[in-house]
């Protein structure tokens, strides 16, 4: 009679051997830029100007912004289920928006957090996620321009969503109930 630990470990090599066991290994911490390339879709000055505009986003929202490009997903999970997994993960309770892109299927996904939703008109937020899906699916377009457009433009519109409700919840000014 076999040992049931070898049988076990027999079959958890197996398993592995045949990608039936995979976990894709998502990096624990946020990239501090903004933006985690494994799959050198962007180049390093683009990079350099979406890490600029993640840190700008940033300052302006109080919120977080991500960027991430892989080869390929090591789930079954569909890009959305995947691009809700990692923001939670990486923004905990804190309000973040996160682009995944998947070079090897060159399909994207964007998950932004409830607090977005709870913040801003759904209406302009659904707007502003489809002109950046939409910016994303251009396929003749280069990769880089697709990425980085696309997350620039949601990051601007979000921005301008957070200046429009910042002045709305102002009160008025002695001067202006003349």
Do not use: C
């Not at 933006?35 to 350099?48: G, N, Q």
């Not at 939670?88 to 964007?110: C, E, H, K, Y």
């Not at 957090?113 to 996620?129: K, N, T």
Request: hydrophobic share 40%; charged share 20%; aromatic share 6%.
């Amino acid at each position: 009679m076999p040992n049931p630990i070898s049988v076990a470990m027999l079959l958890i090599i197996i398993g592995i051997s045949t990608g039936a066991l995979r976990v894709h290994a998502w990096p624990s911490q946020p990239p501090a830029t903004g933006v985690f390339d494994d799959t050198r879709a962007l180049p390093e000055a683009a990079e350099t100007a979406l890490s600029d505009s993640v840190a700008s986003f940033r300052r302006s929202t109080d919120a977080d912004a991500w960027v991430v490009a892989v080869t390929q997903f090591d789930s079954d999970a569909s890009p959305r289920t995947q691009s809700r997994e990692l923001r939670r993960l990486w923004s905990g309770d804190r309000p973040a928006v996160l682009l995944l892109f998947n070079r090897g299927t060159d399909s994207a996904s964007i998950s932004v957090s409830p607090h977005f939703w709870d913040r801003y008109p759904a209406a302009e937020l659904i707007a502003a996620l489809q002109i950046a899906g939409g910016r994303l699916s251009q396929r003749a377009e280069p990769l880089e321009s697709r990425i980085a457009e696309s997350m620039t433009g949601l990051m601007n519109r979000i921005t301008k969503l957070e200046t429009i409700r910042t002045k709305q919840s102002q009160g008025l000014t002695p001067s202006e109930f003349r």
